[in-house]
């Protein structure tokens, strides 16, 4: 899953995270935005990056 695609998903779910079948997804992106730049934040957003 892509950073957009999970977005899109979470925006579908109106951000309800009791409803959300990504989670394992989501938290990896939660673990790996931690400590980060603003500028790195972006670039992920900007490269659209797949979740792993």
Known sequence: ???RELAEYC???LINCN???HKTECEKLEDKLENMSPYGVV???D???ELT
Do not use: F, G, L
């Open 43 to 45: 670039d992920i957003v």
């Open 19 to 21: 409803n959300c079948k």
């Open 11 to 13: 925006k579908s779910i």
């Open 47 to 49: 490269r659209d990056e």
């Open 1 to 3: 899953m892509r950073v």
